[in-house]
């Protein structure tokens, strides 16, 4: 195939990877000039298609936000933040201030304590060597608190531009296009270079003159996502709210999280654990010493998902003694398990590169 180059924003046009920059569908080819599918969306249906990429590109670009004068809208997912961090982002965006949003909080139990929640994700942040100036919760697929986020961009960017940043899947697309649709721009949005890189963004003109950017969103390679189909990643998605799931465990027994994850409870004495996962994601409950033998017959089966067939890595184990009162054994885009009460002492185990760990615990 001759090389082609998309008329909107330059980018060499590719037919194999949906979610990477300059796809077009084969039959996009056949016009002349072609536009990548991304573009095509921009500007007939004024809708923000998410691309991500990884590598020199991202960096170079993240690196260029310090050199601006302008507000780092900072998005995180709720359901997974440990995996939504993009590592070394207060070093790129300098002494820009970061509002961080955390999104999807329509997953969490209607119970939740939203100022726990949010000293919890301060703390979390600081040890990123994160500084916010504010930190909300909002739900930008079911329509919450996105109001009250557009007005705090508004107060903290003070006449200033604004950059929106976040790692794939944390819903940065949805959050930009209700954005759009609330300020009702038509056929203004537009898609610029980043000098230096093969790299475009979007443009969306503010009222002052000023502009909001959408950047390309990080590939976190220990996310779920990538090691699992898309309709098993349709099952670990909680869809709605999390209903919790309340397990009394003697000593030496194992809770399975599908054919993903595996807790086992090693002592002392019998306790509860809660699985906050989606409903979809099968538990099971066996012996500890049995449980070798059954992750081996079982999988993609009993213990499901993944489908059956699926080749994940070697689950790899991770010791852990709870210290504070509660706390959570996290896997990075399934969930977690909150221990009750201090001094338990748990293995955890998940596909090597699936991020595990320990966090007091937030609910
Ligand atoms: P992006 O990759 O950051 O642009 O993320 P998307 O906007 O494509 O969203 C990723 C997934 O999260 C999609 O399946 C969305 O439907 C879902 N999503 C986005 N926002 C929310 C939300 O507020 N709550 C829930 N439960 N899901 C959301």
Known sequence: MDERFC???GVKIQTSDEHALGYAPKSALQHDPVVCQRC?????YNE????????????????????KDALVVYLVDLFDIAGSWVPGLQRFVGNNPILLVGNKKD?????TNEHKLISWIQRAAREQGLKPVDIFLMSAGKNHGLDEVAAQIDYYR??????VVGATNV????????????????????????PGTTLDFIEIPLDDGCNLYDTPGVVNAHQVAHFIETRDYKKVMPAKEIKPKVFQLNENQTLFLGGLARVDYIGPSKRSLIAYVASSLLIHRTKTDQADDLYARQLGHLLAPPSEGTILPKMERYDFRTEENDSDVVFSGLGWITIKG???????YA?????VSLRPSII
């Open 40 to 44: 095509f969306r921009l500007t007939h």
């Open 107 to 111: 997953l969490f139990p209607k119970s």
């Open 48 to 67: 923000i298609q998410e691309v991500s990429l990884t590598g020199d590109d991202f960096l170079n670009m993240l690196s260029q936000i310090a050199e």
């Open 171 to 194: 819903g940065k697309s949805t959050f930009i296009n209700h954005l759009i649709q609330q300020s009702g721009s038509e056929s203004v949005i537009t898609t610029s270079r980043f």
């Open 7 to 9: 008329a909107g924003c």
């Open 342 to 348: 201090k001094g338990a002492r748990v293995s955890a």
């Open 158 to 163: 003070q006449g200033r531009d604004v950059y």
């Open 351 to 355: 596909p090597k590169g699936i991020g």
